[in-house]
């Protein structure tokens, strides 16, 4: 008796062992996405997008992707490398800030020209379908799975910036190309640098100010290394930086068409849309900070925007003059991103 059910033990031993080994391949992951970017774990770029879309993208392949995340360039290399970083294969995506690599991406750059974007809320589909109709050339190297912006930037201040007069002489760090040349015909110094070298900078007093979402201040401290903000009146913003979350071409490529529809299920026009309307509310962290902490703000008036437009005006005009140089309609190109912005503003 003992010998029967010995051998029924082995028996099922033997049936349960492939089953089990076949279970244990079905639920391990077949494709591992390795995602890359400058920022700490804690900043909404981690937390509000990269992280819930991983988690998204594995629920939604039943574990067959497996994405981890890389913050704060711990696979090596500086923040405006991660677009080379996506196109040669080095990661499997990235988060990217195209106005990292001047005159890189200049098609793109009409959405940072001063006074062109709103809110993200409407300012991020917009560059989306922007995007589908005019970049598409532009980001062909990679996959992109999103193009969106931040809120618009706010200036944050050693010394208060009431009116355009304050700028004159400060260093103020810029994010842009488009931004550089806006602060040089305010008056300041233009100091570029990708965001994570802000606070250092300030500290030492390499610059005076920076231009900012206040979505970056809170993680960098920066409310803590200034005492001024300075916001404008209205809808409009001095201006903004599109972001790109993109992936290796070849990666998505030789996905199973499937796991395709799962990425592209996660990316375009909704995430898009989802991500500028979050991206207005992780603002109110850093507004908060700042308050607490005593510093003061200040409201630009529409009568001063109208004079720091006015004078900012040739940076605009000078994109459409290298546009139409290329072979582009400048014109067109603006009027059509300004249309889309208003579009998604109603």
Not at 36 to 57: G, N, Q, R
Not at 208 to 235: C, R
Not at 336 to 342: M, N, Q, R, Y
């Amino acid at each position: 008796m003992l010998a029967k059910s010995l051998k029924a033990v082995a028996i099922g031993a033997a049936v349960s062992l492939p089953l089990l080994l076949l279970t244990g391949q079905a639920n391990a992951a077949e494709v591992t996405l390795k995602i890359h970017h400058f920022v700490s774990a804690k900043a909404p770029i981690h937390a509000v997008l990269l992280k819930p879309w991983a988690e998204a993208v594995e629920k939604d392949s039943g574990g067959r992707i497996e994405v981890k995340i890389f913050p704060a360039m711990q696979l090596g290399g500086k923040p405006p490398q991660l677009f080379d970083q996506v196109r040669d294969g080095v990661v499997d995506a990235a988060f990217i800030i195209p106005g990292y690599t001047p005159g890189r991406f200049p098609i793109t750059e009409v959405f940072e020209m001063p006074f062109v974007a709103q809110n993200a809320a409407s300012t991020s589909p917009a560059v989306w379908e922007f995007y589908q109709k005019y970049l598409k050339d532009e980001f062909k190297q990679v996959h992109p799975l999103v193009l969106y912006t931040h809120a618009g930037g706010s200036i944050h201040s050693k010394k208060p910036v009431k009116t355009m007069a304050d700028f004159k002489g400060m260093k103020i760090r810029t994010p842009t190309r488009s931004a550089t040349s806006v602060l040089k015909k305010l008056g300041a110094v233009p100091i570029g640098m990708p965001v994570p070298a802000a606070p250092q900078a300030l500290s030492k007093g390499v610059i005076d100010g920076a231009i900012l979402p206040f979505e970056v201040t809170l993680p960098f401290k920066i409310h803590q290394l200034v005492k001024y903000h300075t916001v404008l009146e209205g809808s409009q913003r001095i201006n903004t930086s599109v972001f790109l979350f993109a992936m290796n071409k070849t990666k998505y490529d030789k996905l199973p068409d499937d796991l395709k529809k799962v990425i592209d299920k996660n990316s375009g026009l909704e995430l898009a849309t989802r991500m500028g309307a979050a991206w207005d509310k992780v603002e109110n962290p850093g507004i908060a900070a700042a308050k607490k902490r005593g510093n003061e703000f200040f409201t630009i008036p529409a009568a001063e925007v109208a004079q720091w437009k006015k004078v900012t005006q040739p940076v605009t005009d000078a994109w459409v003059a290298a546009m139409d140089e290329k072979g582009h309609d400048g014109k067109a190109l603006l009027a059509d991103a300004l249309a889309l912005i208003k579009k998604h503003s109603q």
